[in-house]
């Protein structure tokens, strides 16, 4: 009889499983749409990149700035397609969706929340936070907009629905944004970044294990952009930066799970996506395959966040270090030459049989 109750205990309620399931099919289904746009942009900005690293172009070629503008400009704009996918997805207006990403980066709002400075609302202070290229504010917006379009539709009367509904959602959705949702990628960033610093100045190695599982994750969050001003600041003070040389494993640890899953997938449309994201992770840029790929499935996501923390905790022991600005990737890695180039090489190197060969262990669990 005990043994009956325990085994009833563990196994997980079909309902929790549903619920589970439910959110990511709402995650995938924001990112879907703008997959396409998403790889083809960074396959042009990689390249652009690329070609600049060669002596192809040059920065201030019209070529190069327009193209750059157009790859680089997707991401920096990414709420507003997100507002759209999500107010499609949770069928709320679209133009008072696209009134979130546009109060976020306003120009005005963007010099002075981006630039460190803070706010007041009603006495209430605004944090300073990141908002371009950011992907958690306008999903909890819109999302929180749904709730408040709701009772807007069912009471206004028809008469003043037209310009009441959107007044009252900006009122509402705007604060709880700027004061809440937007400020949230900054605190878990700041907290891990802390973190990483307690760890690094006791073992470089332990502290490239910890940075290299988590980078990914906190890119999602949009947490990671509070670490770019410290590496930044890093380079300026110093010349150099210890933590960008942790990320590159991270890179290609997407990269093997992206082609694995490719790989895997039973439907074309997916093995065209999967393999779209692994060439993109292959050129530096982890966007379509961590938003339309790997997020949807977490056995292939710890796959890559395993791998990551590898290959961080190679150059970390290397004490790697980067003297100028750079994510790290194979087209980049000039800016990475100096201390422990080789391994900081090779954590990408081998990187990316760990978190193909891990994900391709689970295929009967992905496919």
């Not at 499609?88 to 005005?108: E, G, H, N």
């Not at 408040?148 to 009367?157: A, H, N, R, T």
């Not at 978190?355 to 262990?361: I, K, N, S």
């Amino acid at each position: 009889m005990k043994t009956t109750t325990k085994a009833t205990a563990n196994t997980p309620s079909p309902k929790r499983e549903k619920g589970y399931q439910k959110v990511i099919s709402q995650i995938t289904g924001l990112f879907l749409p703008i997959i396409g746009c998403l790889t083809a942009a960074s396959i042009i900005k990689s390249v652009l990149i690329l070609c600049v690293n060669f002596g192809v172009l040059s920065t201030e070629s019209g070529l190069y700035v327009i193209l750059y503008a157009g790859s680089d400009g997707f991401f920096y704009f990414l709420p507003f397609f997100l507002a759209l996918t999500a107010a499609k997805q949770w069928k709320t207006d679209p133009f008072i969706s696209l009134l979130i990403p546009v109060a976020m980066l306003y120009p005005d709002v963007v010099a002075i929340l981006e630039n460190g400075q803070g706010l007041s609302f009603l006495g209430l202070p605004v944090q300073p936070a990141v908002y371009h290229s950011s992907v958690i504010p306008v999903i909890l917006a819109v999302g929180l907009l749904h709730f408040v379009e709701k009772p807007c539709e069912k009471f206004l009367p028809e008469s003043l629905k037209g310009f009441l509904k959107p007044l009252i959602c900006a009122l509402i959705v705007l604060p709880v944004t700027f004061l809440l949702f937007g400020p949230m990628g900054g605190w878990i960033g700041n907290f891990l970044t802390k973190i990483f610093y307690v760890i690094y100045y006791w073992n470089p190695t332990v502290a490239g294990v910890f940075m290299g599982f988590i980078i990914q994750p906190m890119v999602f969050l949009g947490a990671h952009w509070s670490v770019v001003p410290v590496c930044i600041n890093a380079i300026a003070t110093n010349g150099y930066d210890t933590i960008l040389p942790l990320l590159g494993g991270a890179v290609y640890g997407q990269c093997g799970a992206s082609l694995a899953l490719a790989l895997i997938a039973k439907e074309k449309s997916q093995k065209s996506i999967s393999f779209q994201a692994a060439l993109s992770c292959a050129l530096g840029v982890t966007e379509p395959a961590l938003f339309g790929v790997t997020v949807a499935k977490p056995r292939a996501m710890l796959s890559a966040c395993i791998a990551g923390a590898v290959g961080g905790g190679i150059a970390g022991y290397a004490g790697a270090q980067c003297s100028s600005f750079a994510f790290p990737s194979f087209i980049t890695c000039v800016a990475y030459v100096g201390p422990g180039f080789a391994m900081f090489l090779l954590s990408m190197i081998i990187a990316f049989p760990i978190a193909f060969l891990l994900t391709m262990a689970q295929k009967k669990h992905l496919s």
